[in-house]
């Protein structure tokens, strides 16, 4: 039998008697802890999925200790520029025993149950519409009112293209760059 199970943001595969680190829990050391984000249990081939989660179902284990994981060095550089930074970072963890998985409490439905219970015809049947109550069929209908009541904008009056010719001055011209020329050697006339 196992459980798939969120704890602490993230999902672990868990069985009876398996220990586990996970992000740092609040709880003491030695105590008992439960987690009820079950999002899967196995039992004897029967898979039992949640919807999101099932309900009634717990995992529970004992947190053994409190810890840091090993140093992962994080490095950042750039080259040819002469950036180098190095840092370190320990991730606190905590160590837990899972000591027992129950489902209790729960309407089960399993993967083969949910395959028998949808015939091929029933897939292809019409959605079904769903009635919106009193209170949200007047508030979408006040606002779909507002919506009706506010006014389309007129795009702004466009000025004649003469007037903004005429206002604009010439542009100065700028001065030549000056161009050196280069000297050459006069050539001797006397041969």
């Given amino acids: 039998m196992y459980a798939i199970v969120e704890?602490?943001?993230?999902?672990?595969?868990?069985?009876?008697?398996?220990?586990?680190?996970?992000?740092?829990?609040?709880?003491?050391?030695?105590?008992?802890?439960?987690?009820?984000?079950?999002l899967l249990i196995e039992d004897d081939g029967k898979i039992t999925i949640g919807e999101p989660t099932i309900k009634g179902a717990v995992v529970e284990g004992k947190i053994l200790e409190h810890m840091r994981g090993d140093k992962v060095i994080v490095f950042k550089k750039k080259r040819k520029k002469g950036y180098r930074v190095?840092?370190?970072?320990?991730?606190?963890?905590?160590?837990?025993?899972?000591?027992?998985?129950?489902?209790?409490?729960?309407?089960?439905?399993?993967?083969?149950?949910?395959?028998?219970?949808?015939?091929?015809?029933?897939a292809v049947s019409e959605p079904v519409k769903e009635e919106k109550p009193a209170a949200v069929k007047a508030a979408s209908a006040g606002a779909e009112a507002t919506e009706k009541k506010a006014p389309a904008k007129k795009p702004a009056e466009k000025k004649p293209a003469e007037k903004k010719t005429a206002e604009k001055k010439p542009a100065a011209k700028k001065p030549a760059a000056k161009k050196t020329a280069v000297k050459k050697p006069a050539k001797d006339k006397e041969e």
């Fill in 7 to 38: 704890i602490a943001g993230q999902q672990f595969k868990v069985e009876a008697g398996r220990k586990i680190f996970v992000h740092r829990l609040e709880e003491k050391e030695g105590s008992g802890v439960e987690f009820d984000n079950v």
């Fill in 86 to 122: 190095k840092n370190g970072h320990r991730q606190n963890m905590t160590h837990v025993e899972i000591m027992n998985i129950s489902a209790k409490g729960g309407t089960k439905k399993t993967a083969a149950k949910k395959e028998e219970t949808k015939p091929a015809e029933a």
